[in-house]
């Protein structure tokens, strides 16, 4: 079995992280790394670069478990990569980041946190950052 | 002709607080467009010709001088913060820029490309100012036969100089100039190529034409290739200098402004050249040779100062003589003719007071430039992170309104559209825009010229060369149509006179050296088939 | 394989040469089509530069052709956000086309904030995004904020259309 984290280089993302790591010791699962970008911008601060990929792996390592990290750019959201992530592994678990938003801007702005919630077929863990 | 009173009167013209306001609104948005990835100056000004029609001539003049400042500003903070340079004047800035960025120094890289630029804009346009009533006074004097023969050493020096195929550039001339002639002919009144269409009989409205090949073309062409690998702004905070990269940058400054200036001022002079040129001198002249291809400031500061340089020489032509050496100049000469002013050694006696106005906004635009750069350079770097489909379906919303705005007319549209593919086509298949935009402009404009010379000389081919200047033109003409035959000559007799050993191998590399300009790090300027 | 994608690459840029022969050949006819009495005053007349055009049309299409034939083939324009690295992708650019033909079949009748409505959105459809209510929402506000700046600001009036008498 396998727990899916979407990761993204935020407060948030680094707390689902951690999160997942706790979660993939206990139940001694692999870890499967999310880090998507949409690419539809020049630039885009949520896709990790190599200095920061490498450091997680660093990580993931020193702790023992096993992982792989992956990064597509499709031009798919978050939350589709994710799901489709969780699909193809058989996920037992999806480990994700909130932020606090207010029910208009999340009318507007649309949830990716949301979608995964209500479209994920198994448990979905959402922390918050500290 | 005091040059200083009546550029003390267009201060007093440019400082008025409407005109302060235009200044402001291009340099912010020439800003914006030299950051922003697929915008272009020339691209903006011609989505706002229909825009600016209701305006007073001086004030839309006073915004797309600070549009065009403002976009040689903001393409150096994409190449030193990302490594992509927008536009070809600032690929070289990238090759040390960027390498300074990674070694933290992307505040000092900033900071050289804005004072440097400030300072290079500031001493170009001073000469500007000096230089273009001379011009001017030489120009008056010239004949149709001249005027005519300096004309197409500007379309031929465009066409044949630029770009990396000759006859694609001169395919691209010829449709411009077949799509110039559409209308009726203003000597006898005849219908030409109007196909019986009445929308046509006033021809193709210059604003729609523009607007098609940069923006619609434009938008298009990138639409068909989107990149899609995202990419990270190198963190910067506020940029400063310290005393040693002051030290470093100076001279550079000076030395890339003595190369853009007349660069710029020449017909397809440009500001590539220029640039490459200041790369190279301040990678001879450095003391710290070590530094080049690792960040070393100097080759941000010469650079960055030639093609703001060759920004305010690119303006002595266009003011001076009525002729455009580049995309940006091409379309503010575009906007002269919408207005109705006759471009040309003219301007400045019937214009007098906007021409003025309009380099005294240059001084004060190159001075807004440093205030919202140098602070601002975060904030500017944000708005790589706007999401494409908006940057685009933008371009595609304004440059339809814009044209359609011009006439109500949606058969505007269509021909929007087909020019827009047309456009689309000549990027996919490497055919030039620029010479195409020169002919639409230039061609109707020649065409009387000519005619104007032969009616002088009742119909005698001899009258092209009746006047001195037109004689001088022509051997010019000649040279640069000949040169690379010539040129491909020597090279096939080279192997032959192999003797001659390293001088031989050193001439080469400097024959070639244009080439190199994109080679140590950029990946955007491709050559194709070396001769 | 490839190379019969390239081959259809090198013939495809035969179209130019074709594009240009045909302007040329269409700027020849048209020019010569004209009637015009010599002038003393205009010894050039109006067919000179025509022909002129015509002619550099033709040989332009001409070199081309034989160019192509030879392999010689046009730099695709490169820029800050072009990847030429992947071939021209269709299933944007035609919905693009399409959207902006909508928009011209539309602007009369229409009146251009139902149009332009159309066009904006269509076009960020096309180019990838999916949020759909956002887009919309953008997409009406661009539309009505052009609109009255136009009226208002350039005291140029688009059309109305349908909405005509509620805007």
Redesign the interface.
């Given at each position: 079995m396998t727990i899916v984290v979407g990761y993204v280089p935020t407060p948030e993302g680094e707390a689902a992280l951690t999160q997942a790591i706790a979660e993939a010791k206990k139940s001694n699962e692999t870890l499967l790394v999310i880090n998507s970008s949409?690419g539809?911008a020049?630039v885009d601060n949520r896709y990790a670069q190599g200095p920061d990929i490498q450091s997680i792996e660093e990580r993931l390592a020193d702790q023992g478990i096993q992982h792989i990290i992956k990064q597509p750019v499709r031009?798919h959201?978050a939350a589709a990569e994710v799901l489709d992530a969780a699909d193809e592994n058989d996920a037992s678990l999806i480990v994700i980041g909130l932020r606090r938003r207010s029910p208009v801007g999340k009318?507007?702005?649309?949830s990716v946190s949301q979608r995964i919630l209500l479209e994920a077929d198994c448990p979905v863990l959402a922390v918050k950052a500290d | 002709m005091d040059v200083w009173s009546s550029l003390m009167d267009g201060f007093a013209t440019a400082l008025t607080p409407m005109n302060l306001l235009f200044a402001v609104i291009g340099v912010l948005l020439g800003t914006a467009v030299g950051v922003l990835?697929?915008l272009g100056p020339a691209m903006t000004v011609a989505l706002l010709l229909p825009?600016t029609?209701?305006l007073e001539p001086t004030s839309a003049f006073i915004m797309f001088a600070g549009i065009y400042y403002g976009g040689m500003f903001g393409g150096s903070t994409?190449s030193i913060l990302l490594n992509?340079?927008?536009e070809s004047s600032s690929v070289v800035t990238a090759i040390e820029g960027n390498k300074m960025a990674k070694a933290g120094r992307a505040a000092q890289a900033l900071a050289t490309a804005a004072i440097g630029s400030f300072i290079a804009g500031t001493i170009g346009t001073a000469l500007l100012a000096v230089f273009a009533p001379i011009v001017v006074q030489f120009a008056v004097s010239l004949g149709a036969p001249s005027y005519f023969a300096i004309m197409v050493l500007a379309l031929l020096a465009v066409t044949a100089v630029l770009g990396?195929?000759r006859?694609?550039g001169?395919?691209s001339?010829?449709?411009g100039?077949?799509i110039g002639?559409v209308g009726i002919?203003s000597?006898?009144g005849?219908r030409?190529?109007t196909?019986g269409q009445p929308l046509l009989v006033d021809g193709l409205d210059i604003v729609v034409v523009a607007v098609a090949i940069f923006a619609?073309g434009e938008?298009?062409?990138?639409?068909?290739?989107?990149?899609?690998?995202p990419l990270h702004v190198i963190p910067v905070g506020r940029p400063w200098m310290g005393k040693k990269d002051w030290g470093r940058s100076w001279k550079p400054w000076l030395r890339g402004t003595a190369f853009g200036f007349p660069f710029g001022a020449l017909p397809a002079g440009g500001a590539e050249i220029p640039t490459f040129l200041s790369y190279v001198t301040e990678k001879r002249l450095t003391k710290h040779p070590e530094e080049f291809g690792k960040g070393a400031i100097e080759g941000v500061a010469g650079p960055e100062a030639a093609n703001n340089a060759a920004a305010a020489g690119t303006m002595t032509p266009l003011l001076a003589l009525g002729l455009p050496t580049n995309a940006t100049a091409a379309v503010m000469l575009a906007a002269f003719t919408s207005y109705g002013i006759q471009p040309g050694p003219q301007l400045f006696s019937s214009q007098g007071p906007l021409v003025w106005a309009l380099i005294a906004s240059l001084f004060i635009g190159n001075f807004l430039l440093l205030l919202i750069n140098l602070p601002l350079a975060p904030v500017w770097a944000k708005l790589l992170q706007l999401?494409?489909?908006?940057l685009?379906?933008?371009i595609?919303?304004f440059a339809?309104?814009g044209a359609?705005?011009v006439n109500?007319q949606?058969f505007d549209?269509?021909i929007l559209?087909v020019l827009g593919?047309l456009g689309?086509?000549m990027?996919?298949?490497?055919?030039p825009v620029l010479p195409l935009i020169l002919g639409v402009i230039l061609?109707p404009r020649i065409?009387g010229q000519?005619?104007k010379t032969?009616?002088l000389s009742?119909?005698d081919p001899a009258g092209l060369f009746s006047e001195p200047i037109a004689i001088v033109v022509y051997i010019i003409v000649a040279i640069i149509l000949v040169w690379p035959f010539i040129f491909k000559l020597i090279r096939r007799n080279r192997p032959v006179a192999a003797f001659t050993g390293p001088s031989e191998q050193s001439a080469r590399s400097e024959a070639e050296s244009p080439a190199q300009a994109g080679d140590p790090t950029t990946t955007?300027?491709?050559k194709?088939?070396k001769p | 394989m490839s190379s019969i994608a390239t081959g259809l690459k090198g013939r495809?840029?035969l179209g130019?040469a074709l594009?240009?022969g045909v302007?040329?050949v269409?700027?020849f006819l048209?020019?010569n089509g004209?009637v015009?009495p010599y002038s003393?005053?205009?010894?050039?007349?109006?067919k000179?530069?025509?022909f002129i055009?015509?002619g550099?049309?033709i040989i332009?299409?001409v070199?081309?052709a034989i160019?192509v034939l030879r392999g010689?083939?046009?730099?695709?324009?490169?820029?800050?956000?072009?990847?030429?690295a992947?071939p021209?992708?269709?299933k944007?650019?035609l919905p693009?086309?399409g959207?902006?033909?909508l928009?011209?079949l539309l602007?009369?009748w229409a009146g251009?904030v139902i149009s332009?409505t159309v066009?904006?959105w269509g076009?960020?459809?096309?180019?990838?995004?999916?949020?759909y209510?956002?887009?919309g929402?953008?997409s009406v506000a661009?539309s009505l904020l052009?609109f009255y700046g136009?009226y208002l600001?350039?005291?140029?009036a688009?059309?109305a259309g349908l909405l005509e008498g509620i805007l």
């Open positions: 949409k539809d020049l031009g959201d009318l507007i702005m649309g | 990835p697929g825009v029609a209701a994409t992509t340079p927008g990396s195929s006859l694609r001169f395919a001339l010829a449709l100039l077949a002639l002919d000597v006898t005849q030409r190529l196909f619609v938008a298009l062409w990138v639409a068909a290739h989107l990149r899609r690998t999401p494409r489909p908006y685009y379906a933008g595609l919303f339809t309104l359609y705005s109500l949606a549209l269509v559209l593919a689309f086509m990027r996919r298949f490497g055919l061609g065409e000519l005619r032969l009616q009742a119909g955007t300027h491709q194709q088939e | 495809a840029e130019v594009l240009l302007v040329g269409l700027v048209d020019a004209l015009t003393q005053s205009d010894p050039v007349g109006p000179t530069v025509p055009v015509s550099l049309l332009c299409a070199l081309l160019n010689g083939k046009g730099e695709a324009e490169g820029g800050e956000d072009v990847d030429l992947h021209a992708d269709w944007t650019v693009l086309a959207a902006f033909i928009n011209i602007i009369d251009w332009g066009l904006f076009s960020v459809l096309a180019l990838g995004s999916r949020r209510i956002r887009d929402l953008i661009l052009t136009f600001g350039l005291g140029i688009l059309p």
